[in-house]
């Protein structure tokens, strides 16, 4: 039971992991607005807009910044708000025991708004 529970300790601090750079990577892409868009007919619009070319750059750029290894990662947006998913394979305490040897996938989901005016 002792090994159970420090694999189990062990998937969930790499969940974690994988949730904040998946979190940091939607604020990244929610915070870039897309070029040009900002402004609508009658003026400045009620949101700053994003697009997919610009989100999908955004979260590149945080992600090799910080240097941070994931397997795959996706973007989409609505135009007012992005959503990441990220996954990873983790090798986890006595996966040995537990997994055969495979690594484990973490995967995570975030989303976040562009800011409004």
């Known amino acids: 039971m002792t090994f159970g529970g420090i694999a189990a300790s062990d998937a969930f601090l790499k969940q974690v ?22 402004y609508s007919e009658g003026g400045i619009s009620s949101g700053l807009p994003l697009d997919q ?8 750029d945080y992600l090799a910044d910080g ?14 708000e992005v959503t990441v998913t990220c996954s990873r394979n983790v090798e986890i305490a006595f996966g040995w025991l537990f997994l ?7 995967t995570a989901v975030a989303s976040a708004q562009a800011p409004t005016l």
């Open 67 to 80: 240097g941070t290894e994931l397997d795959a990662w996706s973007a989409a947006t609505s135009g007012l």
């Open 100 to 106: 055969a040897g495979d690594s484990l996938e973490r």
């Open 17 to 38: 992991d994988v949730q904040t750079v998946c979190d940091g990577a939607a604020l990244a892409a929610a915070n870039e607005v897309a070029p040009g868009s900002a």
């Open 53 to 60: 070319q610009t989100a999908t750059t955004a979260i590149a």
